[in-house]
């Protein structure tokens, strides 16, 4: 691990080596035991399981720790539980999904999530502490904190899929006044955090599908990405870093993105590096993003030929971190995870 490194790809120094971070990874248990020699499984104890991923991460060379610290469990009111697939061995995290507390459009055109879900105290201590323990877990990398829920992550997380299509295409105009006042709620997150003295920020916002955008991309420009502009400017003005990251294809909102004030991107396989590359890749950092499908199923030439597409792209760029998009599930055969890791370490080189 190298914080230095880190630093240096997020100020755009080019430092003399790629570096990397990972998504998740840490919790495949069966990787985490041979890379660290450490006998774990997900039913080991917490804190066994804690270490065992500290040291995880320092042998695969992490320099940057994705982090946020808020996420649905901020949401103290109605919100929907969609349930969760299997993703740790075993099935301990599998949760069915519950039916959604909004029935109609109208009940989300309703919503007002200040009065729903209310202020809340001692949000800057509350990063501060976040910030900190992720700091002590792992002190030599470039760690973060920030928001999961930002904004259409967010209508995800309260509405549901199915009653946000609803309510989003059956009145993109009132649904949008639902986005302005979810705005208003999640504002004094990003208030915190301006008066922390966390230097970096993680902004999550699940804007696409791997089609692309989910709504028509002007409801996007007239909604979204002014929030964010206002969200990120206590932020901005106090000179912190801001990193966004979505899922599926985002490309057509990059440069909406980076006029919002976005220092760097994180990103899965579906949006086009080559094209942040091109257009930002002397100016913004980004991470990512060496297709998960090729590590499940690949040969090993197909392994080797995805990090050298992604070294290929990103290698002149000063702020690019190495990172498999989304991340690297529990299934991934270890022999391909070690090996990935094997043609990174040998091309991380510059």
């Known amino acids: 691990m190298s914080l230095q490194d880190g630093w240096a790809a997020l100020n755009l120094e080019m430092p003399k080596r790629v570096p990397r971070t990972e998504y998740s990874v840490d919790q ?85 999530p200040m009065e729903e879900y209310g202020r809340l105290p001692n949000l800057e201590a509350e990063f501060t502490k ?23 992550s967010g209508f995800i997380a309260a509405f549901g899929w199915e009653m946000l299509l609803l309510a989003a ?68 003005e106090s000179g912190k870093k801001i990193l966004f990251t979505s899922d599926g294809d985002y490309t057509m909102f990059i440069d909406d993105i980076a006029a919002c004030g976005a220092h760097g991107f994180a990103l899965e396989p579906c949006t086009d590096m080559q094209y942040i590359a091109d257009n930002f890749g002397q100016t913004h950092a980004f991470i990512g993003n060496a297709d998960t499908r090729v590590l499940l199923a690949g040969s090993r030439d197909e392994i080797r030929q995805e990090v050298e597409r992604c070294m290929a792209i990103g290698k002149h760029c000063p702020g690019f971190f190495m990172a498999v998009g989304n991340h690297i599930p529990a299934n991934t055969p270890v022999e391909n995870a070690l090996f990935y890791n094997e043609v990174y370490e040998e091309l991380s080189q510059r």
């Open 28 to 112: 495949h248990w069966e990787l985490v035991k041979v890379v660290t020699g450490r006998d774990v499984s997900v039913h080991s104890p917490d804190a066994e399981k804690r270490q065992a991923s500290e040291a995880f991460a320092k042998a695969w060379n992490f320099d940057y720790i994705w982090s946020v610290m808020v996420s649905d469990n901020y949401m103290h009111g109605r919100k929907t539980d969609m349930g969760h697939a299997v993703y740790a061995a075993g099935g301990v995290d599998r949760r069915e999904a519950q039916a959604s507390p909004f029935v109609t459009p109208d009940d989300v055109f309703d919503f007002d």
């Open 130 to 152: 976040a910030y900190e323990n992720n700091c002590r877990r792992f002190p030599d990398a470039v760690n973060s904190s920030g928001v999961y829920i930002t904004m259409f």
């Open 169 to 236: 295409g059956s009145d993109p105009k009132r649904f949008g006044e639902v986005a302005q006042r979810y705005e208003a709620w999640i504002q004094q997150f990003f208030e915190a955090f301006a008066n922390t003295d966390i230097p970096v920020m993680m902004c999550h916002d699940d804007l696409c599908w791997t089609s692309g955008p989910v709504l028509n991309p002007a409801w996007y420009r007239e909604y979204v990405f002014p929030a964010y502009k206002r969200l990120w400017r206590p932020v901005l």
